[in-house]
């Protein structure tokens, strides 16, 4: 038998009958009873429906974290994400980072010439000092290059100038301390090795962001006065005798120092034009947080968009321990995704800012909390194994894993090696602590191969995509 809505047969309509004995007063409060439940019935729709679009909404901008310690490469990720997806903006800021490329140039050839002045001027190593003998002293031609290169100081406040208040030297707050590993230095130029930091470098490389009648410095000095020091730069650098002191006084570097000073005949010219890579090796320290926009046209039908485009909104921050406190809000907020960076080619580094922790330690106890984080359970976690370049050529010279990672036991002392112990290490940490169950995300990078960057950013990409789209149609 088939039933209609109004057929006067329908049980259910029956049922939903009011009773036959209905006096008026009852009517009329069983009539208010269903205007009631029927406006409430419309109020509960037209959350839900708000709360959809929302959350419509919500899926069509990405929030996406950078996080790792200092020095891990976060802010190179962002150039490289920059740089393949707005290269409209990547191009507006080439010429600054030009300058920063000759900043970085700069403090390298004055922390190294800080170096150089403590051992002429006599600044003892305590016990190491024996060990030098004569032909590691410095001479004339030492004293010469000091005195040649002195106008870098001039250019050098010249562009700390320029980089102005959006910058500051840091200040890590712990001593170098004496470890069970590591003997006390007295480093003279610890103070001059302190890195430069910025709160964003939109402040400092895009034209439109310098304040309206904001003193440049002046680049043309800048550049004739480094080109005019290009040789005397080349013998400093490549001197085996202030080499040696470098070593001996453990005056570290950043990473891209060493490609910087070995280029110094295409940089340190006239002419010079920055190139991609270039950028993504100038070293700005990050403090305080870094907002960047992207916006993806090129989405498939399902993807939920805004004005047609997906928006992601990443966040770069400052990895020194004495800016972490940083993350918090963060954490706080409904993030998407974290990519993690983890520099492997640490595991015989120190914290600049802790002499005591070692730094592939410090990213396995960040990796552990961030797995573990109950306000990011439902945060996708990308790791990246970064600074394979450094890890293999710090293999190759010999350092051993297993020296400084006891847990590495015999295994080959290869690059595909440890990446595939730490892999699984990393693997197994995000597994048993993620408070649900979590998809794994773990690729060895090189974040300053721009090439291979792209295509690992491609699949973080659709990995995200994927993840957001599923949360999307849940909802
Ligand atoms: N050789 C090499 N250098 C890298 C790699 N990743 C980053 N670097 C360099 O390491 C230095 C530090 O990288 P950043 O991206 O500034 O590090 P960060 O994590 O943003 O550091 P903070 O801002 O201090 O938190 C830069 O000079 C980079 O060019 C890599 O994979 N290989
Ligand atoms: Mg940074």
Redesign the pocket.
């Known amino acids: 038998m088939v039933f209609t809505t109004d057929d006067p047969t329908d049980p259910f309509l029956q049922l939903l009958q009011p009773p036959h004995d209905e006096t008026p007063s009852q009517a009329t409060a069983r009539l208010k009873r269903e205007t009631d439940a029927q406006r409430i019935s419309d109020e509960i729709d037209e959350e839900i429906s708000k709360s959809k679009a929302i959350a419509k909404r919500d899926s069509a901008v990405v929030k996406v974290l ?1 996080l ?12 490289n994400f920059r740089m393949r997806y707005d290269p409209q903006a990547w191009e507006k800021e080439r010429n600054g980072w030009r300058t920063v490329v000759q900043f ?1 140039i700069v403090r390298s050839i004055i922390n190294i010439l800080s170096v150089m002045e403590a051992e002429l001027g006599g600044e003892t190593l305590g016990d190491d000092e024996s060990s030098i003998n004569e032909s590691m002293k410095f001479t004339d031609l030492h004293q010469l290059l000091l005195i040649r290169l002195a106008p870098l100081r001039g250019v050098e406040s010249n562009l700390k100038h320029w980089l102005g208040a959006g910058a500051e030297p ?1 200040q890590t707050s712990l001593p170098m301390a004496a470890t069970p590993f590591e003997a006390p230095v007295h480093n003279p130029s610890s103070e001059s090795a302190r ?1 430069f ?1 910025v709160r964003c470098w939109h402040d400092v490389v895009d034209p439109d962001a310098r304040q309206p009648g904001q003193s440049g410095p002046d680049f043309e000095s800048t550049t004739i006065t480094l080109a005019s020091c290009r040789d005397d730069m080349r013998t400093l650098w490549e001197d085996r005798k202030v080499q040696l002191a470098l070593a001996r006084r453990k005056l570290k570097l ?4 060493g ?1 910087f000073l070995n280029e110094l005949d295409r940089i340190a010219t006239r002419e010079y034009v920055v190139t991609d890579d270039d950028i ?8 305080g947080i870094q907002e960047y926009k992207l916006r993806f046209k090129d989405v498939p039908l399902e993807a939920p968009t805004i004005d047609g485009a997906w928006e992601w909104r990443i966040y ?5 321990r004495t ?1 972490r406190h940083a993350w918090l809000p963060f954490f706080e907020q409904h993030l998407q995704a974290i990519i993690f ?1 983890c ?1 492997i ?1 640490c595991f015989d580094e120190r914290l600049e800012e802790d002499r005591r922790v070692n730094r592939l330690e410090d990213s396995t106890v960040l990796w552990y909390s961030i797995c573990g984080s109950k306000l990011l359970a439902k945060t996708q976690l990308i790791c990246f194994m ?5 890890l293999k050529s710090k293999l190759k010279k010999g350092v051993s894993i297993s020296q400084y990672l006891t847990s590495y036991g015999d295994r080959p002392n290869e690059v595909v090696d440890f990446v595939k112990y730490l892999r699984e290490k990393f693997r197994v940490i995000l597994k048993e602590r993620s408070p649900q169950p979590r998809a794994s995300y773990i690729y060895p ?5 721009t090439k291979a960057t792209a295509k690992t950013l491609e699949s973080v990409r659709d990995g995200i995509f994927r993840e957001n789209l599923i949360k999307a149609q849940l909802m």
């Open positions: 950078l790792g310690q200092a020095e891990s490469g976060k802010s190179t990720c962002l150039k970085n840091l890195e930091a950043p990473d891209s120092a490609f993504v090796r100038a070293r700005l320290r990050t403090v770069d921050v400052g990895g020194c800016t960076l520099p080619s970064n600074k394979c370049d450094l990078t090189t974040v300053t191969d």
